[in-house]
């Protein structure tokens, strides 16, 4: 056998060295990952935070507006909204790197403008004909008509300069706009491109302006080079950046599998971090932490959260320094809020229909029939003022101002359109179409007058309804968003794959940095070295433990040892949340203990099949198991353990036996030890030997059980419950004359268990007067007409978990020492409430009787032997209580009764 160990030896050595050689070849990662991915499946899922929110560009969106990339000025109207809405932060995974042409200001092209017009020529026709009016009637002389002539020219070249100005306000800069709306609503956030090589065509402006106020000081705490680094960058163009509140780069790292497993936090460029696009508001949403780098982790230094909570972030990275995402168990479309940025559109769009029908109905003079405040219109006209003013760079602070003004336009508005306003205004048409003098022509004007009053009306009503909606919807998703803007329509190929999710848009993946990060449910990868380490205990400790064991425990031992590496890691995963690389250590046990076990199976198999086929039909399973683990205990001798002995035997079987020819009491004594057999093995216990009718078992080895006392009992109750279907069944099938009923007797104590005999014949047995009191007690039902009898110990050690009875303390025959009696009825849940009741009054009863007072002893067995008719304890009871009425016992009398019979 020492050679034999020596060449062993050699196994694991190879093995080792051979998966630690082919470790470094970079051949596991790919297969890592795929068990990596597998535990994701299988840990807990990722709370999501409630703040998060994605505005998609989507399907709708794009259905609704046109095809995508929109004109930047859409962008920009939905910026400010968000603000009205009161969103806390925006990040657009969006790139503005490049000028956009100028755009139109629709607003003015189809309302100022025409107002303008109309009103500039108005004057001057009426100017005209005021007076054309005034020399005709003589008032002004003809000679002075060149004096007026000149006057009319300098009005006209006055609004012909005023409106020349109105016109060229028409052309738009959306570039400006967006950077403008950015400013407006505070915490924006565009990107920053981190490239390969220096791009010459960059503006040298927009770099330095990115390097100045979007990055963080780049040196790792102990000085090491970052192991990311850009040759140069594309921000956003200056009239956006410069009126944001930073940037991030948008880059997504991808796994060699094609998988997204982690990303970059931090890219280093001429001397300076450059942080991740969802990184950089972070930081800002938790107040500007101080960041302390270092290759295997970011501490964020007194983060404050917006609740209050201040903490120390420690943000781990794994061996590239890279941070691992924790995934939402979720497909794009279910994980996150989310909505379509198609609703701030259409907000925009229904507001300015809406805006076009009050100008109307204000120019109308539809507001005078108005009873409140007429003068609402003025409210969203200084609202609009502020919104210009804070464009213009002026004073952030007069944004609340703006947003209570415009809800006060909206709430004053629907007032207005709720009023009996158009009902006055109709009501006073009707009276002039209802007088008689009235020309016809005037009559048709004030019917078309009406008609559009209903029609205005009507349409106003509609449009503030639908707007109102929208911004219901609106202010359901929005107020304290943290609002991620991204393109998910069906044309976009910024997608990609992640453990959960093959088609996993890449707007998502900012918010699961970010909602990592918030959860501090950080995910981490071990060391490489904690893999070969653990390859190495995995190799040599099978080898340790497998060395001496025949071939099949070996295989046993060889399997769970690979389970335990298995586990081993997950424990890992699922309590330190880092993964370590696994397929190495199982590759190199699993090698180690498939040719260790391979070698050993063909010289051991002899042994082990002489084992199993010279006691496999003496002994249980688990005593041949171990048996075959251990073969120097088929030497005689035993341990002392503290277990459960169980004795049964079957009332009046002699009676039973001599109605039954030879042949039949076998088939009905094979049926019975069959089942009764079968339920003493399922819960563990192990059959010393029968006797006739009788089964002697007991529980607590080989195989050591803490409940042992516990399992004892409940197979006793399997056993009665057994009994009354195959009773059933011999009594229909005339198996048997009489029902087989049987008497058990259980108790808990210390016995001597091992081999016993001879070294030519042998017996798995146990001996001790804790096994002789388990006899005694199943002889000891007879006498108190009960079937399961446990004692004292045993009720301590697990008895009291089923509904029992307390009986006498007595000795038995052959021990000296008094011994309390429970009858063990069932189960606690199984036992019916008539029994439970019965029981409760015969325990009162028997709190009399140990006390002596035999009169109300006896009343209250009565009464147990009414609720329970023919109980056997009960009886004898009330027997006794009956003698000592008559003949009270000894003054010395302690409770204990000397049983006589066995």
Avoid at 330 to 351: A, I, T
Avoid at 380 to 396: Q, S, T
């Amino acid at each position: 056998m020492k050679k034999k160990n020596k060449f062993y030896f050699f196994i694991p050595l190879v093995s080792s060295f051979l998966f630690i050689l082919l470790f470094f070849t970079g051949l596991y990662k790919n297969p890592d990952c795929k068990i990596y991915d597998m535990l994701l499946h299988m840990k807990p899922a990722v709370s999501e935070n409630e703040n998060l929110l994605l505005l998609n560009i989507d399907d709708l969106s794009i259905s609704k507006v046109g095809m995508f990339p929109w004109s930047r000025h859409i962008m920009a109207d939905g910026l400010i909204l968000m603000r009205e809405f009161g969103a806390s932060y925006a990040v657009f995974d969006i790139e503005y790197t490049e000028d956009s042409p100028m755009g139109v200001d629709n607003n003015l092209l189809q309302q100022n403008i025409p107002a303008s017009f109309a009103e500039a020529f108005t004057t001057m026709e009426e100017s005209v004909q005021g007076l054309l009016r005034a020399i005709s009637a003589g008032r002004v002389p003809a000679s002075d008509a060149e004096v007026f002539a000149g006057d009319f020219i300098g009005l006209a070249e006055s609004s012909k300069s005023r409106l020349l100005s109105e016109v060229n306000a028409i052309a738009k800069d959306n570039d400006e706009y967006l950077g403008q709306s950015a400013y407006f609503f505070g915490n924006t956030y565009f990107t920053v491109n981190m490239l390969p090589e220096f791009d010459p065509d960059v503006d040298e402006g927009t770099i330095q302006y990115a390097m100045e106020n979007c990055t963080i000081p780049g040196r790792t705490e102990s000085g090491e080079p970052w192991p990311r680094t850009a040759a140069g960058t594309r921000p956003a163009i200056l009239p956006i950046l410069s009126k944001s509140q930073g940037a991030g780069f948008p880059v997504i790292v991808i796994d060699d599998d094609g998988l997204r497993r982690r990303i970059d936090l931090l890219i280093e460029y001429e001397g300076k971090y450059y942080l991740q696009l969802a990184f950089a508001p972070l930081l800002d949403y938790l107040q500007n932490p101080e960041i302390t780098v270092t290759r295997k982790s970011l501490l964020l230094k007194d983060a404050v959260f917006p609740d209050g909570t201040e903490t120390d972030i420690i943000i781990p990275l794994d061996e590239e320094s890279r941070f691992m995402i924790n995934w939402p168990k979720k497909d794009f479309d279910s994980s996150f809020r989310s909505m379509s940025y198609y609703y701030l559109v259409l907000h925009n769009r229904q507001e300015t229909g809406l805006m076009r029908n009050l100008q109307v109905m204000e120019d109308a003079g539809y507001l005078s029939y108005y009873s409140g405040n007429r003068e609402f219109m003025d409210l969203y006209r200084r609202a609009e003022d502020i919104r210009k003013e804070v464009l213009r760079g002026g004073d952030r602070g007069r944004i609340e101002e703006y947003i209570s003004l415009r809800e006060d336009f909206f709430a004053e508005t629907e007032e207005f359109l709720q009023s009996d306003a158009e009902a006055a205004l109709s009501g006073a048409l009707e009276e002039i179409l209802a007088m008689d003098t009235l020309p016809e022509k005037q009559r048709q004007t004030y019917t078309e007058i009406r008609n559009q009053v209903f029609t205005y009306y009507s349409n106003s009503r509609s449009l503030f309804k639908n707007l109102s909606a929208t911004r219901d919807k609106l202010s359901e998703n929005l107020p304290g968003s943290f609002c991620i803007i991204g393109w998910t329509g069906t044309a976009t190929t910024d997608r990609g794959v992640n453990p959960f999710d093959e088609t996993y848009d890449n707007v998502g993946t900012h918010a699961a940095v970010i909602n990592t990060i918030l959860n501090q449910d950080f995910l981490d990868e071990a060391p490489w070295w904690g893999s070969v380490l653990l390859a190495l205990i995995g190799g040599f400790g099978v080898f340790f433990i497998t060395r001496k064991m025949e071939a099949l425990p070996s295989l046993f031992s060889g399997i769970g040892f690979l389970f335990l590496i298995f586990a081993a890691g997950t424990v890992l995963f699922f309590t330190a949340k880092s993964y370590i690389g696994m397929l190495q250590p199982l590759l190199t046990t699993g090698v180690t203990f498939a040719a260790m076990t391979i070698i050993k199976f063909i010289v051991t198999s002899r042994e082990k099949s002489y084992i199993r086929n010279a006691f496999g039909h003496y002994l249980s399973g688990e005593v041949i198991n171990e048996l075959i683990d251990n073969p120097e205990k088929l030497q005689l001798g035993g341990d002392k353990k503290y277990m459960t002995a169980m004795f049964t035997d079957v009332k009046g079987f002699s009676t039973i036996s001599e109605a039954l020819d030879p042949s039949e009491l076998v088939r009905l004594l094979n049926h019975y030890l069959t089942v009764m057999s079968d339920i003493i093995l399922d819960l563990k216990g192990t059959i010393d030997k029968y006797e006739g009718d009788a089964i002697i078992s007991f529980f607590g080895a080989p195989v050591s059980l803490e409940d042992h006392a516990e399992r004892a009992c409940l197979a006793a109750i399997k056993m009665k419950q057994a009994e009354e279907e195959f009773n059933e069944r011999f009594i229909r099938e005339k198996l048997a004359p009489s029902p087989l009923l049987t008497r058990i007797g259980i108790n808990s104590g210390e016995m001597v268990v091992g081999n016993m005999g001879t070294e030519r014949k042998m017996d798995y047995t146990i001996m001790g007067n804790s096994v002789n009191l388990a006899a005694r007690l199943e002889g000891v039902n007879k006498q108190y007409g009960t079937w399961l009898l446990m004692s004292g110990r045993t009720y301590d050690n697990g008895g009291s978990k089923f509904f029992t009875r307390r009986l006498d303390r007595v000795r038995v025959v052959g021990i000296h020492e008094p011994v309390r009696l429970y009858q063990l009825i069932g189960e606690k849940d199984g036992v019916d409430n008539t029994v439970k009741e019965g029981v409760e009054i015969f325990h009162q009863a028997l709190d009399f009787f140990e006390n002596k007072e035999w009169a109300m002893a006896r009343e209250n067995f009565l009464k147990a032997a009414e609720i329970i008719p023919g109980d056997g304890p009960a009886e004898k009871y009330i027997a006794r209580c009956n003698e000592y009425l008559n003949t009270p016992p000894e003054e010395s009398w302690d409770g204990v009764y000397n049983l006589t019979e066995k």
